[in-house]
């Protein structure tokens, strides 16, 4: 089974920066695609960004686009979400999800296909 965990998180102001990164351990990281997933308090998790296997296929959600970056180094078996021009409500947990997916290029976005998940990493902006 693989293990995921999660560091990078924590405060910083409005406009600031953060790099989260998840290590994939246990198996083979480039067997897996990757999902990043936030939750806030009092609301439903979301998919902000999805890594395929081969790093070509990524995702990002709206709500993020053009501020974050997915990156996956599968040689230090790690996926990177650098996150730049954070905004408050940008605050939530942040967790890691991978899917042994048979496809190379394909990304996910729902939860409930991945199986494997990381404790989470908090993050909060303020204003």
């Known amino acids: 089974q693989v293990q995921l965990e999660e560091s990078g998180g924590g405060l910083v102001q409005a406009g600031g920066s953060l790099r989260l990164s998840c290590v994939v351990s246990?198996?083979?990281?480039?067997?897996?695609?990757v999902g990043w997933f936030r939750q806030a308090s009092g609301k439903e998790r979301e998919c902000i960004a999805s890594?395929?296997?081969?790093?070509?296929?990524?995702y990002y959600a709206e709500t993020i686009q053009g501020r974050f970056t997915i990156s996956r180094d599968d040689d230090k078996n790690t996926v990177y979400l650098q996150m730049d021009n954070l905004k408050p409500e940008d605050t939530a947990v942040y967790s890691c999800?991978?899917?042994?997916?048979?496809?190379?290029?394909?990304?996910?976005?729902?939860?409930?296909?991945?199986?494997?998940w990381g404790q989470g990493t908090q993050v909060t902006v303020s204003s």
């Open positions: 999800a991978a899917y042994a997916s048979l496809f190379t290029d394909v990304w996910f976005v729902t939860a409930g296909q991945y199986r494997d």
């Open positions: 246990g198996r083979t990281a480039s067997n897996y695609a």
């Open positions: 890594i395929s296997r081969s790093g070509t296929g990524t």
